[in-house]
C-alpha cells in the first residue's frame, strides 16, 4: 500500500535492481530527451566511486535522484551534484531538499565547495540551491561553501 512516506538514501550495490535501473532511466530521460540509458552494470560500478542518493517511494519505485561527483584542479577540491531530478507531480521543492542535504552530509571528499547546476528554465531546482544556501554564480550555476574563505581568495572577491 502507497503511503507516500519517501527515504532519501545513498544507493547501495544491493538495490541496484532492473526496477530500480529502469526508474533511474525515466528520470535521466525526463531530465534531457535523448539521453543514453544506464545499464545496471555501470550503475554498479557508479556506486563504488561517487555518492548517489535516490529518494524511494514505500512502493520501492525510485522518483529522485541526485550523483555528487568529485572534480577541481591542482590548487582546489571541489565536488558537482549532478542529475538532480525529482519526479513530476510530487512536492520536487522539499524532496530535492533532502536529495541535496543527504548529498552534502554523506560527501566522500575532501573538499572546500560544492557546484550544482540547473538548466536555465528550472526554477524548481534553483530554488532547491537557493533554499540550502548556495550562492547563485552567473549561467544558472550554484556554489556552496565547505570551508571558510581563505585571505587571497577574500582579496579577489
Avoid at 513530476?88 to 557546484?115: F, H, K, M, Q
Avoid at 530554488?127 to 582579496?155: D, H, Q
Wanted: charged share 25%.
Amino acid at each position: 500500500m502507497f503511503t507516500d512516506i519517501i527515504t532519501v538514501e545513498l544507493l547501495r550495490e544491493e538495490q541496484v535492481t532492473d526496477k530500480a535501473v529502469n526508474d533511474i532511466n525515466s528520470l535521466l530521460h525526463k531530465q534531457r530527451a535523448g539521453t543514453e540509458p544506464v545499464t545496471k552494470e555501470h550503475l554498479l560500478k557508479c556506486v563504488g566511486r561517487m555518492a548517489i542518493v535516490v529518494a524511494w517511494n514505500d512502493n520501492e519505485r525510485v522518483i529522485g535522484l541526485g550523483v555528487l561527483t568529485q572534480s577541481g584542479g591542482l590548487n582546489f577540491r571541489c565536488a558537482e551534484i549532478r542529475h538532480l531530478i525529482v519526479s513530476s507531480g510530487l512536492d520536487i521543492l522539499s524532496i530535492g531538499i533532502r536529495i541535496v542535504e543527504t548529498l552534502r552530509e554523506t560527501c566522500p571528499y575532501p573538499v572546500a565547495y560544492i557546484d550544482g547546476g540547473a538548466w536555465v528554465q528550472d526554477d524548481e531546482m534553483k530554488n532547491i540551491f537557493i533554499a540550502l544556501g548556495f550562492r547563485e554564480k552567473p549561467g544558472s550555476r550554484f556554489r556552496y561553501r565547505i570551508v571558510e574563505p581563505t585571505e587571497t581568495e577574500l582579496r579577489k572577491s
